[in-house]
């Protein structure tokens, strides 16, 4: 199930009020016409992760087959960031490094986890986007940005890393 879809299913939840999710819903139209996205609330973040937990935990398997954990981390990740073009791109950059698997390691350095970070120590797979985010913001400032950075070394080297 794509993303747009996992959403529309979220919404149907008696959890969501229907404003939130039409919030979320134009965030992703205006983002597919490349307008600047609408940003979240922390307390409209906090219902949709809220209701994100419920569906994955609580319902039944068929609701929850749809949302692997993987996609909760993605989830995630774009409502922090609340700009779908910088979501794509960082979605790109983290399947390439660990395909967003929270355990995931470098076989060539001591990087590990979803941004694949040196030095990163918790195995907590929220706490690693955090970090990961911070890192690109300090470095790249955008997911984007960091993407670039990413493909020119994977063409220039064979290697990509950010």
């Known amino acids: ?54 569906l994955t935990t609580l319902a039944s398997p068929a609701v929850a087959s749809y949302a692997p954990e993987k996609e909760n981390y993605k989830i995630y990740s774009h409502l922090k960031l609340s700009n779908a073009k910088e979501f794509i791109c960082l979605e790109r950059l983290w399947t390439k490094e660990s395909n967003w698997n929270p355990l995931s390691k470098n076989k060539n350095s001591s990087a590990f986890g979803i941004p694949q970070l040196l030095k990163l120590k918790t195995k907590d797979p929220y706490k690693q986007i955090d970090a990961g985010l911070a890192y690109i913001a300090h470095r790249y400032e955008t997911p984007c940005n960091a993407w670039k950075h990413w493909k020119h070394k994977k063409k220039t080297t064979g290697t990509g890393w950010y």
């Open 1 to 54: 199930m794509s993303y747009p879809q996992f959403i529309n299913t979220l919404c149907d939840t008696p959890i969501i009020k229907r404003r939130d999710c039409a919030t979320l819903d134009t965030s992703l139209r205006f983002d597919a016409r490349r307008e600047p996205p609408w940003r979240f609330s922390s307390a409209t973040a906090t219902k949709l992760l809220g209701a994100l937990y419920v």
